[in-house]
């Protein structure tokens, strides 16, 4: 099975600050990652997928990037309604997430 | 606009199987172009998948599961249905419809709004 570790697992930012997530995949998945926004009691969102791709109607502040083991989702200047929970996925072979990345208010 | 609806038992007594319905609207499930599955999210962790299905008949599941779960369509009632038997505490989750692009390599693009089945007696 591949392994996708997700860090930090808790990360405090400030509407306007730059932030950066990490997923790693514990053998190669070429580029086959997709990143997810889920908030509370609400189904996951897609953002990202092909690793770098923007879903539709997805804010462009969101990106990604990486290939292989390490990838990352950038957010360029945080808005409110960004806080939530960012799992990474990936599709290479069937399908695991990451623990996930909970964005919080500081 | 696409909508996917589970429904179902919130509540199955440890043992027996749970079975849930997705009612698709604003697309049909008969398109060559998608698969329709589930998911599975025990409370505080990440999302599992358990496996999708072309109206071909086309499916996969996760080898994890594969004794214990079948998924269909109903093309006539544009629904996906999920069964999985002898279930365990460990099945406690909110169970979500998803739907697949058709590809060697694709995300899952959208959800429905999910449901919580917990396995309890």
């Known amino acids: 099975d591949i392994q996708m570790t997700q860090s930090p697992s808790t990360l405090s930012a400030s509407v306007g600050d730059r932030v950066t997530i990490t997923c790693r995949a514990s053998?190669?998945?070429?580029?086959?990652l997709a990143w997810y926004q889920q908030k509370p009691g609400k189904a996951p969102n897609l953002l990202i997928y092909?690793?770098?791709s923007l879903e539709s109607g997805v804010p462009s502040r969101f990106s990604g990037s990486g290939s292989g083991t390490e990838f990352t989702l950038t957010i360029s200047s945080l808005q409110p309604d960004d806080f939530a929970t960012y799992y990474c996925?990936?599709?290479?072979?069937?399908?695991?997430f990451g623990q996930g990345t909970k964005l919080e208010i500081k | 606009q696409l909508q996917l609806q589970e429904s179902g038992p919130g509540l199955v007594k440890p043992s027996e199987t749970l079975s849930l319905t997705c009612t698709v609207s604003?697309?049909?499930?008969?398109?060559?172009?998608?698969?329709w599955g589930w998911m599975s999210q025990p409370p505080g962790k990440g999302p599992e998948w358990i496996g999708f299905t072309h109206h071909s008949g086309t499916t996969y599941y996760n080898p994890s599961l594969i004794s214990r779960v079948t998924i269909s369509v109903d093309t006539s009632k544009n629904q996906v249905s999920l069964r999985l038997t002898s279930v365990t505490a460990a099945d406690t989750a909110v169970y979500y419809c998803?739907?697949?692009?058709?590809?060697?390599?694709?995300?899952?693009?959208?959800w429905g709004q999910g449901t919580l089945v917990t396995v309890s007696s």
């Open positions: 092909d690793a770098s």
């Open positions: 053998q190669s998945i070429n580029s086959w």
């Open positions: 996925q990936q599709y290479n072979i069937y399908y695991t």
């Open positions: 604003g697309g049909s499930i008969s398109s060559s172009n998608y698969y």
């Open positions: 998803v739907r697949r692009p058709v590809g060697p390599h694709e995300p899952f693009d959208y």
